[in-house]
Nanobody, 126 residues
Framework: QVQLVESGGKLVQTGGSLRLSCAAS????????LGWFRQAPGKEREFVAA????????YYADSVKGRFTISRDNAKNTVYLQMNSLEPEDTAVYYC???????????????????WGQGTQVTVSS
């Protein structure tokens, strides 16, 4: 089992930047993929970005490509989501997730992840 704790969410203005952090603990997850998802009120949870913990391969949703960057610090067991050029449409609760995802094509599927954090609120004002 992996424990995940997100932090860094807050209120920012349109065009601003924010970095979310996800501290992971609990087991060896060298074969895991760490992902970020988000959920806005009344909407389904959607994929944002993911990174393979060991290999570092990344994958992004089209809506955030060029604006968001996912990275990890193996020594700190922490995954980051750097968010630039934020838009009101990015407003959501952001969740960190971890799972033994095998296929690259499954990086963006909610069902691929079996460990979830509690979420952190990001609000972008217009």
């Amino acid at each position: 089992q992996v424990q995940l704790v997100e932090s860094g969410g807050k209120l920012v203005q349109t065009g601003g930047s924010l970095r979310l952090s996800c501290a992971a603990s609990g087991r060896t997850f060298s074969t895991y993929v760490l992902g970020w998802f988000r959920q806005a009120p009344g909407k389904e949870r959607e994929f944002v970005a993911a990174i393979h913990w060991s290999g570092g391969r990344t994958y992004y949703a089209d809506s955030v490509k060029g604006r968001f960057t996912i990275s990890r610090d193996n020594a700190k067991n922490t995954v980051y989501l750097q968010m630039n050029s934020l838009e009101p449409e990015d407003t959501a609760v952001y969740y960190c997730a971890a799972g033994p995802v095998v296929r690259y094509s499954d990086y963006d599927a909610v069902r691929s992840y079996n460990n979830w954090g509690q979420g952190t609120q990001v609000t972008v004002s217009s």
